[in-house]
Structures are given as structure tokens and as C-alpha cells.
T-cell receptor, first 112, second 115 residues
């Protein structure tokens, strides 16, 4: 089955700086890559996703890039704010298969 | 619509007891998923439904686990003879399941503690 690895496990950044989280996947058939943000005591919240037919997608301060050849994708958060502090998860799936395989998560702390 | 809801939010039970959790998906979403999340890990897929049909079950779903979605709306997840290893957050998600809509939206989860 699909194996998703996520790095780093923890990330501390100064408010206003950028944060980057990287994930790799094993199954070359995977073609859908969502990112979720999970705050304490809550379920994961979908923040952005990308499909394999594009290399980059941006939504305000967050962007995701995908390298299909290398089988890795990254989340970029610019101008970080304290409310960006949370656990972020990457995931991968095969469109039509539907189940998501998640990374282990990255705890992001934004220092004021 | 207020999103995916789950009940209860917390459940403490003694080993050997049975527990049942409920999930109400977003209205008109015909796909519903169950995941399990242990501390410090990402969610792990358990099973999913297309309307009332259970289409896939993970190997994580032992014989003690059963899930239903009788009318294609809400779903229940039952764990029989609970074990301490069942302690986890049980997450439900739903997706439209139509056209190109693959996004899965998660509920707040049910945290199970088996003592």
C-alpha cells in the first residue's frame, strides 16, 4: 500500500517567517494530495489540495508544490501568524480509490 | 449545513465492553469514511461507504469492529469486547462522491479511552 513520509516532525518559526513541510510518497499511481490542519481537540481541516496534473497551487498565504518524478510534495506557508500554529498532515490517494494515506504530521509553532 | 458531526465526543469504557459511535455526514454527501488516529500519528483508514454499501475495509478493522450505514445517511461504528489497544480518536469524514469532488471533510472525532 501507499507509504507517506513527512518531515520535519516539529517546526518552530518566528512570526512573519515562512514554513515549509515536505512529504514523499511511494506509490506512483497516487494522483491526489491534500493537506490538512488539525488543532487541539478538533478533526483535521482541509486547507489545500493538488492533483497530479498540476505542479503548483496557491491560496493566499499557502501554496503546495508537487514533483511527480521525485514523488514528493511540499506545503509552503508564508508570513506565518500565531493562528497558523497547529499540526499539519499531508496525505496521498489514488483518485477513484478514495482512501487517504496520511503522513505522521508536523507540529508547527509560530513564535510571536 | 454545519459539517460532519460525531457523537459522542468522548467515551470512557472498561475493557470488554461494547461501544457504538455515530457519524452524521454533510448533507447529500454520498461517501462516508471512518479513520482511526492514535496519539502523534496521522489518521489511518478503516472503511468507507458509497451510499449504504460498504465498499472497502482495512486490515485494521478486526472482527470486533463493524460499521453500518443503513439508509445511506448517518453511519455507526461498533467495537465489541473493547481492548486497551482500541484507545484512539475515531474520525469520520464525508465527500460528495460526485463528478470530480474528492475532498474529504472530517468531523471532530470521538475519543475512546479503554480502561
Amino acid at each position: 500500500g501507499e507509504n507517506v513520509e513527512q518531515h520535519p516532525s516539529t517546526l518552530s518559526v518566528q512570526e512573519g517567517d515562512s514554513a515549509v513541510i515536505k512529504c514523499t510518497y511511494s506509490d506512483s499511481a497516487s494522483n491526489y494530495f491534500p493537506w490538512y490542519k488539525q488543532e487541539l481537540g478538533k478533526g483535521p481541516q482541509l486547507i489545500i489540495d493538488i492533483r497530479s496534473n498540476v505542479g503548483e497551487k496557491k491560496d493566499q498565504r499557502i501554496a503546495v508544490t508537487l514533483n511527480k518524478t521525485a514523488k514528493h510534495f511540499s506545503l509552503h506557508i508564508t508570513e506565518t501568524q500565531p493562528e497558523d500554529s497547529a499540526v499539519y498532515f499531508c496525505a496521498a490517494s489514488i483518485l477513484g480509490d478514495y482512501k487517504l494515506s496520511f503522513g505522521a504530521g508536523t507540529t508547527v509553532t509560530v513564535r510571536a | 449545513d454545519t459539517g460532519v458531526s460525531q457523537d459522542p465526543r468522548h467515551k470512557i469504557t472498561k475493557r470488554g465492553q461494547n461501544v457504538t459511535f455515530r457519524c452524521d455526514p454533510i448533507s447529500e454527501h454520498n461517501r462516508l469514511y471512518w479513520y482511526r488516529q492514535t496519539l502523534g500519528q496521522g489518521p489511518e483508514f478503516l472503511t468507507y461507504f458509497q451510499n449504504e454499501a460498504q465498499l472497502e475495509k482495512s486490515r485494521l478493522l478486526s472482527d470486533r469492529f463493524s460499521a453500518e450505514r443503513p439508509k445511506g445517511s448517518f453511519s455507526t461504528l461498533e467495537i465489541q469486547r473493547t481492548e486497551q489497544g482500541d484507545s484512539a480518536m475515531y474520525l469520520c469524514a464525508s465527500s460528495p462522491g460526485q463528478g470530480s469532488s474528492y475532498e474529504q471533510y472530517f468531523g471532530p472525532g470521538t475519543r475512546l479511552t479503554v480502561t
